[in-house]
Antibody, heavy 125, light 108 residues
Framework: EVQLVESGGGLVQPGGSLRLSCAAS????????MNWVRQAPGKGLEWISY????????HYADSVKGRFTISRDNAKNSLYLQMNSLRAEDTAVYYC??????????????????WGKGTTVTVSS | DIQMTQSPSSLSASVGDRVTITCRAS??????LNWYQQKPGKAPNLLIY???SLQSGVPSRFSGSGSGTEFTLTITSLQPEDFAIYYC??????????FGQGTRLEIK
């Protein structure tokens, strides 16, 4: 079964750090790009970070740039999100999501087809 | 960043109804548009990719259309399990993926 399982969430004080993990199984993890997406309580979805399959390209949303670092260990089938200088507005459920991409001269596909169940991060004193 | 705006923000409908949700992009995104469904306490689930392609396993009552800046998600013959929040997402600018604000579909 294709599966993503996040872990590492919890309660942290403002200014603190947390490292989220996402364990992949049931597919060739090293072949897929990955995203982190978060959802604040009662709010919509916000993409926050992307990493290529070969670990040579990372992108970040402006809201987390300079504070969060995405990484992956293909040998361990794992994705990570190091979160530093956390703020109250970082409180959210954090999802990892597999990115499916495919392209030809006639089409281009980029979508998130597998999602984990999420891990909750609460930033509060 | 490309802004995605959905309308309506909420919608009430009955089982068996046909509903349409609209998503507009702040600039042309060709057909680089995906739709997701999210139920309370659950992760999003991909419904439609590339504006009109139905994801495997998704019922055929879901369909998508559009290109450029205006897109629609249509659900024909609403079922009880379809009451959820729906999000559009653009993949034209993969440096900065953006979602619409969501449309809450409620039972009338």
């Amino acid at each position: 079964e294709v599966q993503l399982v996040e872990s590492g969430g919890g309660l942290v004080q403002p200014g603190g750090s947390l490292r989220l993990s996402c364990a992949a199984s049931g597919f060739t993890f090293s072949s897929f790009e990955m995203n982190w997406v978060r959802q604040a309580p009662g709010k919509g979805l916000e993409w926050i970070s992307y990493i290529s399959s070969s670990v040579n390209t990372m992108h970040y949303a402006d809201s987390v740039k300079g504070r969060f670092t995405i990484s992956r260990d293909n040998a361990k089938n794992s994705l990570y999100l190091q979160m530093n200088s956390l703020r109250a507005e970082d409180t959210a459920v954090y999802y990892c999501a597999r990115v499916y991409t495919s392209s030809s001269p006639y089409y281009y596909y980029y979508y998130m087809d597998v999602w984990g169940k999420g891990t909750t991060v609460t930033v509060s004193s | 960043d490309i802004q995605m705006t959905q309308s309506p923000s909420s919608l009430s409908a009955s089982v068996g109804d046909r509903v349409t949700i609209t998503c507009r992009a702040s600039q042309s995104i060709s057909t680089y548009l995906n739709w997701y469904q999210q139920k309370p306490g659950k992760a999003p689930n991909l419904l439609i990719y590339a504006a009109s392609s139905l994801q495997s396993g998704v019922p055929s009552r879901f369909s998508g259309s559009g290109s450029g800046t205006e897109f629609t998600l249509t659900i024909t013959s609403l079922q009880p399990e379809d009451f959820a929040i729906y999000y559009c997402q653009q993949s034209s600018s993969t440096l900065s993926i953006t979602f619409g604000q969501g449309t809450r579909l409620e039972i009338k």
